[in-house]
């Protein structure tokens, strides 16, 4: 069956309209490959009833932190991260990342390290998440030491083959 000129010039407008205003319905429309990684500065925003969590950029954009990992994240506010998931574009113009995973990368301008703290002889390290090495640790304070098997960031300085803390925080979230 042969259609007329005007229906076979319709049908492909018909189809670039649709796929033009598909992304609209939805409140997310993602505009990158399916998993990125961003690195940035976190920040906490918003109010206690109405909190949230943003990266930002070094060229100064802000990207909102959406998932199950947002809220921890939001404890480690101030502190240089990679954090990896989906990016899209809100309806409102607002980019989001759908944290799956993340990576600290300095605190107060030092290089700094998540993981669950542990003693082996006469040693201390840090055993990070994943396939990622261990972290041999000098400098480990008495207050540090009593955090032993608990989750804790420590930031400082790679000496040789150890890293000297110079700064750490305890956080009550197990590494899986």
Do not use: H
Request: hydrophobic fraction near 40%; charge should be negative.
């Amino acid at each position: 069956m042969d259609l007329p000129y005007s229906v076979r010039l319709l049908s492909p407008l018909l189809v670039a309209l649709t796929s033009c205003i598909a992304g609209t319905a939805g409140e997310v429309v993602p505009v990158a490959p399916p998993e990125s990684c961003l690195t940035g500065r976190v920040s906490a925003v918003g109010t206690d009833f109405d909190p949230g969590t943003i990266l930002r950029l070094d060229d100064g954009q802000e990207i909102q932190i959406t998932g199950e990992e947002e809220s921890f994240i939001r404890v480690l506010s101030g502190t240089v991260m990679s954090v990896c998931g989906e990016v899209a574009q809100s309806v409102r113009a607002q980019r989001t990342i759908q944290a799956e995973s993340f990576k600290l990368l300095s605190v107060d301008g030092m290089t700094a390290y998540l993981g669950r703290l542990q003693q082996t002889d006469s040693s201390w390290q840090l055993i990070r998440g994943g396939n990622e090495p261990l972290v041999l640790l000098a400098g480990v304070s008495g207050l540090l030491r009593e955090a032993e098997g608990t989750l804790v960031w420590v930031a400082g300085a790679w000496e040789d083959e150890t890293f000297s803390v110079r700064s750490f925080g305890l956080l009550e979230r197990m590494v899986p």
